[in-house]
């Protein structure tokens, strides 16, 4: 298994561009999850899904858009790219959601800079 | 907000000791895990406590959760220069947060060879 994917591994943009953040899992699971970390902060979540056709809102979801139309893809789309939204992007799936939630799987991330 | 916060926020030891760090959550949860982040990587789960659960261990580490107090703890024996990482707390709340795991700020472990 590859576990959790995610493309690209780097990015710049310039304000106003948008972009496609891509993460994938091969694991059949149901629940899959967008967080952005920034220093001191830690991981905030952004956007959540409990299975195909099924997203929510996490803690900062502004700016982001999400679908989930395979158990496998989960991609987050950055409208108009903002200085504020440089950041570190993890993806992460897990079998459930809470309550029944296991351990998340996270990609390797990807380093996103808006100038 | 977040609703885990470890402390402290950076630990430094000798390859060897034992190193201990908190995370103190606000509501209700299910349950409990952590998680270590080597730099430039994500994250990687350690060890997951039920709220029913006092006490858990996995190899050199050892958790406790005491939810009367809202706290848990992290306890790694004989450290190695292999544990330098920063570790998360993540705590699903019950009801009111819905499907969502919210992570802590981490502590920064170093372990001196």
């Known amino acids: 298994n590859a576990g959790v994917t995610q493309t690209p591994k780097f990015q710049v943009l310039k304000t106003g561009q948008s972009m496609t953040l891509q993460c994938a899992q091969d694991m059949n699971h149901e629940y899959m999850s967008w967080y952005r970390q920034d220093p001191g902060m830690g991981l905030r979540l952004i956007h959540y899904?409990?299975?195909?056709?099924?997203?929510d809102q996490g803690e900062v979801p502004n700016g982001y858009n999400v679908s989930r139309s395979t158990t496998e893809d989960f991609p987050l789309r950055l409208l108009s790219a903002a200085p504020s939204q440089t950041s570190v992007y993890f993806c992460a799936s897990s079998k459930y959601g809470p309550p029944l939630l296991r351990e998340q799987y996270f990609g390797p991330g990807t380093r996103l800079t808006v100038t | 907000s977040q609703q885990g916060e470890e402390d402290p926020q950076a630990l430094s030891i000798q390859e060897g000791e034992n190193a201990t760090m908190n995370c103190s959550y606000k509501t209700s949860i299910n349950n409990l895990q952590w998680y270590r982040q080597n730099s430039g990587r994500g994250l990687v789960h350690l060890i997951l406590?039920?709220?029913?659960?006092r006490e858990k261990h996995s190899g050199r580490l050892r958790v406790t959760l005491d939810t009367s107090k809202k706290s848990s703890s992290l306890l790694i024996t004989a450290s190695r220069a292999a544990d330098t990482a920063s570790y998360f707390c993540a705590t699903d709340a019950t009801a009111s947060s819905g499907d969502k795991l919210t992570f802590g700020t981490g502590t920064r472990l170093a372990v001196r060879p």
């Open positions: 406590i039920r709220s029913n659960e």
């Open positions: 899904s409990v299975g195909a056709g099924i997203t």
